[in-house]
Structures are given as structure tokens and as C-alpha cells.
């Protein structure tokens, strides 16, 4: 890499590493996991960067990078044990602590309790403000599939929602 590529690298850190840390924290849920998923997908850019054929921008490249990350790592053995066991121990904790702990849930919460393809369309709808098309073409699905997992997503917290804050939603 020369000193010139090498800059634009750092410059192409910069720009996308706090975007691209929202995105996999809302995938993953782990402040963490979602700084090593970042660090991997710059790793993974800087050794592949050459490849990259400008067919979208590089923002769309590297969130696109990112999410397969993501997927992968909470396809992983290792994510699913870890999830296991704590759901062994919540359940041994204090029933009333886990009342309190429900009933302060609230709308970004309930998002991140969405199945990941649900979740993701309303993520990049809502939180990253991207139109239908550009969350069809990102997530490389059909618009009409946006607008169903979409209307799902909404019935799901909906149900999970109390109305008061059911109603900030609605009305956003």
C-alpha cells in the first residue's frame, strides 16, 4: 500500500467507524463484540481493498461487510453458549428485579428483541433514515419484502409496547 492509500484508509476509518459500530452493536447487542466486528471489517477492507469495485458506495460496501460479520458471528457456537447461559442465570435471579427490569423496557429495546431480519429493516428505516429502496437494495431484497418484514415489525412491537409507548412510534 502506498503512503497515499494508506491515508485514504485512515481517512475511510474516520468517517464510517462510528456508524459502522451502531450498526453492529444493533446487530449484536455487546459493545465489544461490535468494536471487534469494526476492527475486522476495516482489517478485512485494508487487505481486500483492491477488490473493492465502486458498484455501490463505500459506506453501502463496508455496512454491507459488517452485517455478514455480524450474521456470523451470532451464527457462532461460542455467541449461542454465551446466550444460554445467561438466560440459566436470569432465570435464577429475583422474580420482583426481573418485573422492574421489564416494565422499563423501552421502544429501542423492544426493537433490538426483533428477529435480525426484522430488526434490520427498521433499523436502517427508522434509526439510519434510509428510504425502502435503499434498504432493499443494502440488504439486497425485493422492496415488497421491506414492506412486509416492516409491517411485521410493527405488529411485533405493538404487542410488546405498552401504549404509551406504542404511541410514540406511531407517530413518528
Known amino acids: 500500500m502506498m503512503l497515499s492509500d494508506e491515508r485514504a484508509f485512515q481517512e475511510t ?15 449484536v447487542k455487546d459493545w465489544q463484540v461490535a468494536e ?8 478485512s477492507y485494508y487487505v481486500k ?7 455501490a458506495s463505500l459506506k453501502t460496501y463496508l455496512v454491507r461487510i459488517v452485517i455478514n460479520k455480524c450474521k456470523d458471528y451470532l451464527k457462532n457456537w461460542t455467541y449461542r453458549k454465551q446466550q444460554l447461559t445467561n438466560r440459566f442465570f436470569q432465570a435464577k435471579k429475583d422474580p ?10 423501552d421502544i429501542a429495546e423492544a426493537v433490538l428483541q426483533l428477529p435480525i431480519p426484522l430488526r434490520e ?5 427508522y434509526y439510519e433514515e434510509l428510504s425502502v429502496l435503499e434498504v432493499a437494495a443494502l440488504l439486497g431484497i425485493s422492496d415488497n419484502t421491506v414492506k412486509t418484514r416492516m409491517r411485521r415489525a410493527r405488529q411485533l412491537l405493538k404487542e410488546t409496547l405498552s401504549s404509551d409507548e406504542w404511541e410514540v412510534l406511531s407517530h413518528e
Not at 481493498?49 to 458498484?55: C, I, S, V
Not at 429493516?121 to 428505516?125: P, T
Request: no cysteine; net charge negative.
Open 96 to 105: 420482583q428485579k426481573m418485573l422492574q427490569q421489564t416494565e422499563r423496557l
Open 121 to 125: 429493516v427498521i433499523i436502517h428505516y
Open 36 to 43: 471487534d466486528i469494526v476492527q475486522d471489517t476495516f482489517l
Open 49 to 55: 481493498f483492491e477488490q473493492f469495485e465502486e458498484r
Open 13 to 27: 476509518m474516520h468517517a464510517y467507524s462510528d456508524y459502522l459500530l451502531r450498526i453492529a452493536y444493533l446487530y
